[in-house]
């Protein structure tokens, strides 16, 4: 079993982080540090079909940068001796993040979700509460006293 700090390109990433560090260390497992970049930052859908070699190498080059972000933000971790790993995954990232915890057989997942009004809820939905919704496996939600409101 493996602990999941999903994390994205916000400040929130280093309390995801040292918050799958804890649980690593209480329960003696690993941590997968996965980001999720989403499709449409390197896909442009405006592409013909005979050039799906350009594509494939444009998803490449997703994956490849969710994987430098997830190694940049394994700098947070407190104790150099936590096992983990740096996963870097291209899609919708609520989708991808249960899917990949699933085939992990994760023992929590670990997010933290944006300050968000009502109406923002609404109209923009939110990858955390995605996520609660779908695992199969605890989700431990973490609140940072910097979180946007938007």
Sequence with gaps: M???A????????????????????????SVHIVHVAKRSEFL???FPNEQVE????????GREAAVEKADE????????ETP?????????????IVEYAAEQDARYIVVSPRKRSRTGKVLFGSTAQSI?????CPVVSTISENSETT
């Design 84 to 96: 983990y790993d740096v996963v870097g995954l291209l899609g919708k990232p609520a989708h991808k």
């Design 2 to 4: 493996v602990v999941i």
């Design 54 to 61: 350009q594509q494939s190498e444009m998803v490449t080059e």
């Design 132 to 136: 609660l919704l779908n695992a199969t």
């Design 6 to 29: 999903a994390v994205d390109r916000s400040d929130r990433a280093s309390i995801v982080v040292n918050e799958a560090e804890s649980l690593a260390k209480r329960f003696e497992e």
């Design 73 to 80: 933000i394994a700098g947070n971790l407190e104790d150099p």
């Design 44 to 46: 442009d859908s405006a």
